[in-house]
Structures are given as structure tokens and as C-alpha cells.
């Protein structure tokens, strides 16, 4: 349990190559760069920023959803991803996006 939740409180220092080809995409950065620019962290603001940056940029939530997984945890496997990001906190999103856009 305590190695699934690393992510939490440590940045990734290695990334699962075959998710980074598959799910880190030109097609998905903009989208990452919006998660970026999000300010209220709140599940309901997070669902809502999610739905209008998905219809934006004619994503499905997996293909966001998988890219940030692999962005701020290293691998494609986390809690849901409002949670994810809630729990390692915006400044930190920010921080880890930063490799991949």
C-alpha cells in the first residue's frame, strides 16, 4: 500500500516507458498544459474544468486522465485522477507538468 501512494510524497524518478509512448501524446500536452493552468482543486471544479478542457481538445477523460497518471506518478496507475491531484495538491501538479509540456 505504502508503494502505491509513494507518488504522494515523492516525484517520480523514472517513468513507465511503454505508458509515456502510448499515453504522453502531441495530441494530449495542450490539454495537459490546461490542467496546469487550474486553480480550485475541489472534485466538483476539477469534474467540471475536466469536462470543458476534454470537449476542447475532442479527448476522452482516459486519454487525459492516463497522461496526468503517468505526468505526476510515473506509471498509468493511481486513485481516481480528481483524487490524485487533489491529494498531491496544485503547486505540485504544476511542478511535475512541467517535464511534459
Known sequence: ????????FERPTA???????????????????????????HHEALEAAFTAILERHGLKTKDLAQALR?????????????DTLMLVGRDEVVARLQRWL
Open 15 to 41: 517513468f513507465d516507458e511503454k505508458a509515456v509512448e502510448k499515453f504522453m501524446t502531441p495530441v494530449v500536452r495542450p490539454a495537459l498544459r490546461e490542467v496546469g493552468d487550474l486553480t480550485d482543486y
Open 1 to 8: 500500500m505504502a508503494e502505491a501512494l509513494r507518488f504522494a
Open 70 to 82: 503517468v505526468a505526476i506518478c510515473g506509471r498509468p496507475v493511481s486513485p481516481g485522477i480528481y
